[in-house]
């Protein structure tokens, strides 16, 4: 009898732009809190490069970066070095679909029957006022519902990992949130935006500064197209 070589487990895509990571996270979780699995690896990466607007739209264009990131879920209680993952919550507001788009990513656009349409559907838009309205307008109550799934208040959350969008979109979103600057981990200047690898790479970044003590509650949120909103409470 033949043996496959290694052994086999699964493996799979999750595609939710800039909440990617956060998304296979969750499901991970799942995986881990129904007994499906008991270790499982998160990888995020991201060439944001190969897509960008720089004729059309540098200012866009400029925001982003590539990378990649892991994290690794395993089953029972987190040692000194890890954080437990607490709730999480994702929602969609169908009204901003079209506020980030990359028309030629799906099947619109045909590339052996329409060429010349996919490659110019091939860049990356985005409408950065229409981003600004929708998400000011609920995030709020989405950080709020967040806190109740974890029963607690924003006073009992020491650190938030927002994805690094945009030096101006964390400024927007630090004021519609409630939180103070000093508790908002902000290096979209120095890192840029790398989508999906974001708000994996920042969290190894603010464990590696030290701003994740023992015992610290920290939330991770951010915003993708969608337009979708997630978020999730960890405790260290």
């Known amino acids: 009898m033949r043996r496959c070589a290694g052994a086999p487990f699964p493996a799979y895509d999750i595609n939710a732009t800039c909440l990617s990571a956060l998304a296979a996270i969750d499901i991970a979780a799942m995986h881990i809190e129904t007994g499906r699995a008991r270790n499982v690896l998160v990888v995020a990466s991201e060439i944001a490069s190969r897509a960008l607007p720089w004729d059309d739209d540098p200012q866009t264009a400029a925001l982003f970066g590539d990378g990649a990131a892991a994290v690794l879920?395993?089953?029972?209680?987190?040692?000194?070095?890890?954080?437990?993952?607490?709730?999480?919550l994702f929602e969609t507001y169908e009204s901003g679909y079209d506020a980030c788009t990359l028309a030629a990513g799906g099947t619109r656009f045909d590339y052996h029957a329409q060429p010349e349409e996919f490659e110019r559907n091939s860049f990356f838009k985005m409408e950065g006022q229409a981003l600004f309205k929708?998400?000011?307008?609920?995030?709020?109550?989405?950080?709020?519902?967040?806190?109740?799934?974890?029963d607690?208040?924003?006073?009992?959350?020491?650190?938030v990992l927002p994805h690094q969008?945009?030096?101006?979109?964390?400024?927007?979103?630090?004021?519609?949130?409630?939180?103070?600057?000093?508790?908002?981990?902000?290096?979209?200047?120095?890192?840029?935006?790398?989508?999906a690898v974001s708000l994996p790479a920042i969290l190894n970044l603010a464990r590696s500064e030290g701003m994740i003590a023992k015992g610290a509650r920290v939330m991770m949120i951010g915003t993708s197209a969608g337009i979708s909103v997630g978020g999730a409470v960890l405790q260290a």
Not at 73 to 88: K, M, Y
Not at 152 to 159: A, K, N, P, V
């Open 73 to 88: 879920l395993s089953a029972g209680q987190a040692d000194e070095a890890g954080l437990s993952v607490g709730p999480r």
């Open 134 to 150: 929708l998400s000011g307008k609920v995030l709020p109550g989405f950080i709020d519902r967040l806190l109740e799934m974890a």
């Open 152 to 159: 607690c208040r924003q006073r009992d959350i020491d650190l």
């Open 165 to 195: 969008a945009s030096p101006i979109a964390l400024e927007h979103m630090t004021r519609k949130s409630g939180f103070t600057r000093d508790r908002v981990f902000n290096r979209a200047s120095a890192m840029g935006n790398l989508v």
